[in-house]
């Protein structure tokens, strides 16, 4: 996951996925997110992806590139999505990206675009 570093020169290496698919209606059959930058190339109604696993400042990047709406699931239930209850999923509507950014043990905060 794309992460800072305090050196001048740093040039993050950055991961990039462009066919993602969306898969199953729940947290632990939804298509797990590997990159830091992920576009979603299939999306299905009622399916999701799920975030990776990030280290506190860490962020993850998801635009979907499709008509449909996307639910985006933390990495397991013990995370929340902005205000959203833990372990549920945020809706991310077709044709908008969001940066999803770890910011504590529980918590994900979502910068969508509109």
């Not at 975030?51 to 709406?69: A, C, F, K, R």
């Amino acid at each position: 996951m794309l992460s800072r570093n305090a050196g001048v020169n740093y040039r993050p290496h950055v991961v990039v996925a462009t066919t993602v698919t969306s898969a199953g209606s729940t947290l632990a059959t939804a298509t797990d997110l590997t990159a830091d930058l992920n576009v979603l190339s299939t999306v299905t109604t009622g399916q999701g992806v799920s975030l990776n696993d990030m280290e506190i400042g860490d962020s993850q990047e998801v635009y979907n590139n499709t008509v449909t709406e996307c639910l985006v699931y933390p990495p397991t239930t013990s995370y929340a999505i902005n205000q959203i209850a833990a372990g549920s999923a945020h809706v991310l509507p077709g044709y908008t990206s969001c940066v999803y950014r770890k910011v504590s043990t529980a918590r994900i905060v979502a910068y969508q675009s509109s």
